[in-house]
C-alpha cells in the first residue's frame, strides 16, 4: 500500500517556498554524510509531499550516490537574500528519486521559477548557445517526504514540530574507519578557510538511514580537530562519520563560497569535535556576466565529459533499478 503523501505544514511553507540557498545531505556507502548547498527556487508540490532541486551531469558522484541511496535531507537553515519572513529551522527528510530526462514543460517551468531568485535568464543568439546545456540538461531531484521537522528558531533550539514519520531514537555510534578517526587534513588551514562563511551545518546518518542536519558553531579549534557549538539533544553521543558544509552566498548567487568537509565527529559530556578528514571548496565570482559564462562553459564541459567516459550512461543503468527506500 502506498503511504499518504507528507504535506509540510504551515510553518514551514515560508521557507521551503522562499529560501535562496538550502543544504542538501546524502548518504556515502560507508555509512557518512555529504552535505552541500543548492538553490531550490522554491520547486515542489505541497499536496504531493514533494521537494524538488535539481543539480548536472557535471556532478556526477552525487547523483550516484543517491542513486544507490535515496535517503537525502534538505535543511532550510538561512533566510539570507530569499523571500521568506519566519525564522524556522526546517529539516525535511525522504527518499529521493532522479529524472534524468525531464520534459521541456518541465524545464521551462524551472526557467520561470529560477527568476525571481537568480535573475533574468539571459537571452540572445550567443547567450542561446553559450548556456543551452546549462539549461536544457539539467537533472531533477524529487524527495518524497518522509518527515518534516520544524524548529522555531534558525539555531534550532525551542519545541521542535514533527510532521510525517516520528523521529528515531538518536543512533548508535558507528565503528572507526581503518586509518584512524584523527585529521587528515591541516585543521589550521581549514578553520581559516571557512572563518568567512558564516553558514554551517552538520550532517550525519540517523537511526532510520535518512540523513539529519543540524546548525554548528565553531568554537575554537586545535590539533585534534574543530570543537563544535551545537544546541543540545541535536547530537548522538559517541563516533560517527559525519560531513560538515560551510558557506556564503550574495544576492541572486552572484558571488558564492563554499567549503564542504568529511570527517569523524566524537560527542561526548564535554561537547562536539569533529577531525575533517577531506576538504573541498568552491567560489563563484561576484560578477553575473562572468558568473553566467563560466556557468555555461563549465556545463558544456561536464556534458561532453560524462558522454564520453560513460557516466551518463551509468547513471541512466542505475536511474532505471528499483529504488531502495
Request: hydrophobic share 40%; with cysteine.
Amino acid at each position: 500500500m502506498t503511504p499518504a503523501p507528507v504535506r509540510w505544514p504551515d510553518a514551514a511553507d515560508p521557507a521551503i517556498r522562499g529560501d535562496l540557498t538550502v543544504a542538501v545531505a546524502y548518504i556515502t556507502p560507508a555509512g557518512g554524510a555529504v552535505v552541500t548547498s543548492v538553490s531550490p527556487v522554491g520547486l515542489g508540490d505541497r499536496e504531493a509531499g514533494l521537494i524538488s532541486f535539481t543539480t548536472s551531469l557535471g556532478f556526477p558522484k552525487k547523483l550516484e550516490r543517491i542513486l544507490r541511496n535515496p535517503h537525502v535531507s534538505l535543511a532550510y537553515h538561512t533566510r539570507e537574500h530569499g523571500f521568506a519572513a519566519t525564522d524556522s529551522y526546517v529539516l525535511v527528510q525522504g527518499a529521493a528519486s532522479v529524472d534524468l530526462q525531464p520534459s521541456p514543460q518541465r524545464l521551462a517551468q524551472l526557467r520561470q521559477a529560477s527568476e525571481p531568485f537568480l535573475g533574468e535568464t539571459k537571452r540572445g543568439p550567443i547567450w542561446d548557445w553559450l548556456l543551452r546545456e546549462y539549461h536544457q540538461e539539467r537533472v531533477f531531484v524529487d524527495v518524497d517526504i518522509r518527515r518534516v521537522t520544524v524548529w522555531p528558531d534558525l539555531t534550532a533550539r525551542g519545541t521542535v514540530t514533527v510532521t510525517g514519520a516520528d523521529r528515531p531514537e538518536m543512533a548508535t555510534g558507528q565503528k572507526p574507519p581503518k586509518n584512524g578517526t584523527d585529521p587528515r587534513v591541516d585543521v589550521s588551514a581549514v578553520a581559516r578557510r571557512i572563518g568567512g562563511l558564516p553558514h554551517r551545518v552538520l550532517a550525519y546518518q540517523g537511526a532510520d538511514g535518512l540523513p539529519v542536519i543540524v546548525p554548528v558553531a565553531v568554537s575554537g579549534h586545535d590539533d585534534t580537530g574543530l570543537h563544535l557549538d551545537v544546541p543540545p539533544g541535536l547530537l548522538p553521543p559517541g563516533g560517527r562519520r559525519a560531513g560538515l558544509l560551510a558557506h556564503a552566498f550574495q544576492p541572486q548567487c552572484i558571488g558564492l563560497g563554499m567549503r564542504t568537509l568529511t570527517g569523524w565527529l566524537t560527542v561526548t559530556d564535554e561537547g562536539a569535535l569533529y577531525a575533517p578528514h577531506t576538504s573541498k571548496g568552491l567560489a563563484a565570482p561576484p560578477y553575473k556576466t562572468l558568473l553566467t559564462v563560466s556557468n555555461g562553459l563549465l556545463a558544456k564541459h561536464g556534458l561532453r565529459r560524462a558522454r564520453r567516459d560513460g557516466t551518463a550512461e551509468r547513471l541512466r543503468q542505475l536511474a532505471a533499478r528499483d529504488p531502495v527506500n
